[in-house]
């Protein structure tokens, strides 16, 4: 699964014209209307024929994006953060499994307790 989401993709569903410049913006966690005005700028800064050479290749080479890639905005926003710095991300992960393994420690705690009130509810609910 992590190939399919690293993966430099055309976004048709974005796009104004062939998808590359939403594809980078997709890619990359930046706004699209910036990655668009940054390339007319670089076009007309000289990079001419540069400039249009490589989104003609980039249209040609890169797949189109799967409709499906992602579940809901935070898994999008998730695997941009992978892409932009993957040992931040991975941290990230473990922050949270061991705030939830932590939490669970302690409601383990809190149930194998000699809790008198919590032992009464639990007989009381069966």
């Not at 001419?48 to 797949?63: G, K, R």
């Not at 935070?74 to 705030?99: A, Y």
């Not at 393994?101 to 009464?120: C, F, I, Q």
Request: charged content about 25%; overall charge positive; hydrophobic content about 40%.
């Amino acid at each position: 699964m992590t190939g399919l989401h690293s993966k430099f993709y055309l976004d048709k569903q974005n796009a104004k014209w062939k998808g590359v410049c939403s594809g980078i913006a997709d890619y990359t966690g930046v706004d699209v209307v910036w990655v668009r005005i940054a390339t007319v700028i670089l076009t007309m800064a000289g990079g001419f024929p540069w400039t249009v050479i490589a989104y003609i290749a980039a249209a040609w080479a890169a797949p189109q994006k799967p409709i499906d890639l992602y579940i809901d905005q935070n898994d999008r926003k998730f695997w941009q953060g992978v892409r932009q710095s993957p040992t931040r991300t991975t941290r990230e992960v473990r922050s949270r499994f061991r705030d939830v393994d932590r939490r669970l420690a302690d409601m383990e705690v809190y149930y194998t307790s000699k809790n008198t009130r919590l032992a009464d509810e639990i007989e009381s609910l069966r």
